[in-house]
């Protein structure tokens, strides 16, 4: 069954950079994993300093432990908030149309235009609000659900499912029942 083509205007604010950017950072990269594993290899490190007998070395080992991770937080966090403020996201904005069709995805801003044919898609994320579109693991495509003015969610999972291979396609949605 062909679907017809759909055009999705993306307006981006705060709060879909924001997800998006938690997403990326945390689930897609994988940052979780070292912040959590950074406190429980330096208490190791501090334990066994502990048990030679070195107790400085224990506590800067523990204190390292907590303090790295939340440094890091608190640098994303600045960093979060400066481009939010660069980009001027403090309100909602249009930021590019995206064309999905049987050729592909098609996307353009004001500027620029650029088409990628469905086997140049890296990978496709479905999210509760927003779905991600991965040309490459650091380029993606941010289509909010509340954009959709010509479709459903469900309608949009049906056209990844007709044109992606299903190990490209990562449906994260809570299951309705």
């Not at 608190?74 to 908030?81: A, C, D, N, R, T």
């Amino acid at each position: 069954m062909e679907v017809q083509p759909m055009i999705i205007h993306t307006k981006m604010d705060k709060r879909v950079f924001t997800d998006f950017s938690n997403f990326n950072s945390f689930r897609m990269n994988g940052r979780w994993l070292s912040l959590a594993l950074f406190p429980v290899v330096m208490g190791a490190f501090g334990i066994v300093n502990l048990i030679t007998d070195s107790r400085l070395l224990f506590y800067l080992f523990c204190a390292a432990g907590v303090a790295m991770p939340l440094l890091y937080l608190v640098f994303y966090h600045v960093s979060l908030k400066r481009q939010i403020t660069a980009y001027h996201l403090d309100k909602s904005r249009s930021a590019y149309t995206v064309s999905l069709s049987a050729d592909g995805i098609a996307v353009s801003t004001e500027k620029e235009q650029t088409s990628f044919r469905w086997d140049q898609v890296y990978r496709v994320f479905e999210l509760d609000t927003c779905t991600y579109v991965y040309i490459t693991k650091a380029r993606a495509f941010l289509l909010p659900h509340s954009d959709l003015s010509q479709a459903t969610p469900e309608q949009l999972h049906q056209v990844f499912l007709d044109y992606l291979p299903r190990v490209r396609l990562f449906d994260r949605r809570k299951k309705r029942v």
